[in-house]
């Protein structure tokens, strides 16, 4: 079992900035992949930007806006959103990837909204 804790969404004006931290707890040893994915109101839930083993894939909707890390030793993923657009606002959900079992696990989402 995996847990997930977000933070770091809220209100912000277009142009802003805003870092979400995801922590994650628990069986951390065999987590593959991290990511953030994120739903609008009336869309589907959508990939956002993911890390495996340093490499990271992006939507396209996001490149070189937002850019995602993650320490290792903290077992935590970041996701670092600099010019933000209205369409960017959604709820944020963070993922893990197990590697051996292939579960995923989801955090319990952060919204951001972005307005002016």
């Known amino acids: 079992q995996v847990q997930l804790v977000e933070s770091g969404g809220g209100l912000v004006q277009p142009g802003g900035s805003l870092r979400l931290s995801c922590a994650a707890s628990g069986t951390t040893f065999s987590i593959n992949a991290m990511g953030w994915y994120r739903q609008a109101p009336g869309k589907e839930r959508e990939l956002v930007a993911r890390i495996t083993s340093g490499i990271t894939n992006y939507a396209d909707s996001v490149k070189g806006r937002f850019t995602i890390s993650r320490d290792n030793a903290k077992n935590t993923v970041y996701l670092q959103m600099n010019s933000l657009k209205p369409e960017d606002t959604a709820v944020y959900y963070c993922?893990?990837?197990?590697?051996?079992?292939?579960?995923?696990?989801w955090g319990k989402g952060t919204l951001v909204t972005v307005s002016s």
């Open positions: 993922n893990v990837n197990m590697l051996f079992s292939g579960m995923n696990y």
